[in-house]
Nanobody
Framework: QLQASGGGLVQAGGSLRLSCAAS????????PGWFRQAPGKEREFVAT???????YSADSVKGRFTISGDNAKKTVYLQMNSLTPEDSAVYYC?????????????????WGQGTQVTVSS
């Protein structure tokens, strides 16, 4: 029900835009978010956007990553700028019901398959 795309290989300092397309659910009912997981590490929160348009981002990506959504297209985006090798991970999009903890994987009901982002130094 969530299809992530847009990952790839980029040099440090470069940019990528990830997309997450939803089917069978709407972002007016579920708030979408992005998580990432590097090898050997736990999945961590990156950013989320509420139906009101409000956003929350992890401190590690503030000022570099921007989450946005297009309700008509049922798609959420993650614009990633000034990428560093530490941003390399599999990026997952997810969707949660209202009132759940946006920063926790446990707060999310639906998950996409992930897209690999690799940043070379």
């Amino acid at each position: 029900q969530l299809q992530a795309s847009g990952g790839g290989l980029v040099q440090a300092g470069g940019s990528l835009r990830l997309s997450c397309a939803a089917s069978g659910l709407t972002f007016s009912s579920y708030s979408p978010g992005w998580f990432r997981q590097a090898p050997g590490k736990e999945r961590e929160f990156v950013a989320t956007i509420r139906s009101s348009g409000g956003t929350y981002s992890a401190d590690s990506v503030k000022g570099r990553f921007t989450i946005s959504g297009d309700n008509a297209k049922k798609t959420v985006y993650l614009q990633m700028n000034s990428l560093t090798p530490e941003d390399s991970a599999v990026y997952y999009c997810a969707a949660r019901s209202a009132g759940t903890r946006y920063y926790s994987t446990r707060g999310y009901d639906y998950w996409g398959q992930g897209t690999q982002v690799t940043v070379s130094s």
